[in-house]
């Protein structure tokens, strides 16, 4: 064994300590550094090693070039995107999962893949879903869209009497994907799968919505020749915007088309009583992304895929090999996800779930949602500002009351980056920013200084 490593085998505990004491320290400050630091000259990338010096001299490395220039996208404070932190029970099973370094993607290995069931079971449930549906966990809501378009294309195939997991996507001819305002990762996927990103149709929303007109959908199925693939919005990234779910469902027996619901976020308004109601419908999909780090709080990066064809499912992800199990009634994991090998990624959410349950997390949602609708009306109070939306869930979306230009907006923003994190979007046509609240640390206090920060910004720039 190489000296310097069997010195760190020698004393792994001393080093393991060392680890926790530097991770302890960077969470200490996280309320209170930077949220994003001034932007640095980029550094020039230092050579490879030849001889190491071992955990210890990485460790002090790390901290020095590159720790201060992390952002604190785990604190209260950083409302850009839409972004989770780790509750600290995610944190132990996201360390856990690391130390144990599973690939639980076969029933011949250890309990692994029972451990994602049985996380995938609470998941569904939380989200209000039957045991009709089953799921994995992937790597984030990109990758669970992903996976249940390739599910979606598979039922195609299954309509017009093709396979294209077998003969290729051309074997389908040409597909229509309708949304009303899907998610970029919609248009990413479809190119990735084989469909292209001109198969996504945009069918007109409500009007002043971000919300598929069900009317509207329904005619463009009605002009849709063959089968088709419905993309519903369970929560828009600009708005948070609710497709009506059951009124899309009730178009089944007139029309032919997959249902996927892409419910990165807006699944967890299952979680709170008083907005459950907006995703409601969620189960009647055939398909359904959620993403867990965001609003679940776990380390990324992970998110859950789920589906009511499992079949369908192990016919576009098998990996038939001499050396892995059969496929059966309950195929291993390596036959459902578009990874063969994996870490243990529901570990995490396995661990925050035990450890805070339903209630817990659902006063991390409540709590979010009044941060969200807080810092919303103490923008709309101000003359400098206007609200592009009203706050339905827990985003923000404003814009500066004169003269919005992208520019202005980006002086805005660089203002406040190091007290609080936006970012930029156009929503109907107007360039404005979005506050995103799915931190399990965020409180009224942050928003306070949230508020503060934007309001003194914007007097400065004005
Ligand atoms: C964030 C998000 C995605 C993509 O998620 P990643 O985790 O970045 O892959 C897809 N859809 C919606 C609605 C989202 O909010």
Not at 16 to 43: C, G, I
Not at 47 to 62: D, H, K, M, Y
Not at 232 to 249: K, Q
Not at 273 to 285: Q, T
Request: proline residues 7%; glycine residues 8%.
């Amino acid at each position: 064994m190489d000296r310097t490593l069997a010195a760190d085998l020698a004393r792994l505990p001393d080093l393991l300590d060392a680890t926790r004491r530097a991770a302890a320290e960077a969470l200490a400050t996280l309320a209170e550094r930077p949220v994003v630091p001034p932007a640095p000259k980029p550094r020039d990338p230092a050579p490879l090693p030849e001889e190491g010096r071992g955990t210890e001299s990485a460790l002090a490395a790390f901290r020095e070039r590159w720790e201060p220039r992390l952002s604190a996208s785990a604190g209260p404070r950083y409302l850009g995107f839409v972004t989770g932190g780790a509750t600290p029970a995610a944190l132990a099973g996201d360390w856990l999962t690391a130390a144990h370094d599973q690939n639980s993607n076969s029933s011949m290995d250890g309990a692994g893949q029972d451990l994602e069931r049985e996380t995938v079971g609470w998941l569904r449930e939380l989200f209000g879903l039957s045991d009709a549906h089953t799921g994995t966990f992937v790597s984030g809501a990109t990758m669970s869209n992903t996976t249940g378009l390739a599910i979606a294309r598979e039922w195609l195939g299954e309509r017009l009497g093709v396979s294209p997991a077998d003969d290729g996507a051309a074997a389908l001819g040409p597909v229509r994907v309708l949304s009303g305002a899907p998610h970029s990762s919609i248009a990413k996927a479809l190119s990735f799968l084989g469909l292209g990103r001109s198969s996504l149709v945009r069918v007109p929303t409500l009007p002043g919505r971000e919300a598929v007109d069900p009317a509207a959908l329904d005619r463009a199925l009605a002009d849709t020749p063959g089968p088709a693939v419905v993309v519903a919005n369970a929560g828009t990234v600009n708005t948070v915007d609710f497709d009506d779910l059951p009124a899309i469902a009730a178009l089944r027996p007139r029309r032919d088309f997959w249902l996927h619901t892409d419910a990165a976020f807006g699944a967890f308004a299952a979680l709170s009583p008083d907005h459950a109601h907006l995703a409601a419908g969620l189960d009647a999909s055939d398909s359904v992304c959620v993403d867990l780090h965001k609003w679940l709080n776990v380390p990324y990066d992970s998110a859950v895929q789920f589906t009511r064809r499992r079949d369908l499912q192990a016919r576009v992800f098998q990996n038939s090999a001499a050396y892995l199990g059969p496929l059966g009634e309950h195929p291993d994991l390596v036959h459902l996800t578009p990874e063969n090998s994996h870490r243990l990624r529901a570990l995490a959410a396995w661990f925050t779930l035990r450890a805070y349950g339903r209630q817990g997390h659902r006063e991390i949602v409540e709590r979010n949602i009044a941060g969200a609708r807080a810092l919303g009306a103490a923008l709309e109070e101000d003359p400098a500002f206007t609200l592009l939306a009203p706050v339905r869930l827990n985003v923000v979306c404003f814009t500066l009351a004169e003269d919005p230009d992208p520019a202005r907006l980006t002086a805005l923003r660089e203002a406040v980056s190091a007290e609080v994190f936006v970012t930029p979007t156009v929503h109907e046509g107007t360039a404005g920013l979005r506050a995103a609240f799915s931190n399990w640390r965020t409180t009224q206090a942050d928003v306070r200084r949230a508020a503060e920060a934007l309001r003194t910004a914007a007097r400065e720039i004005a």
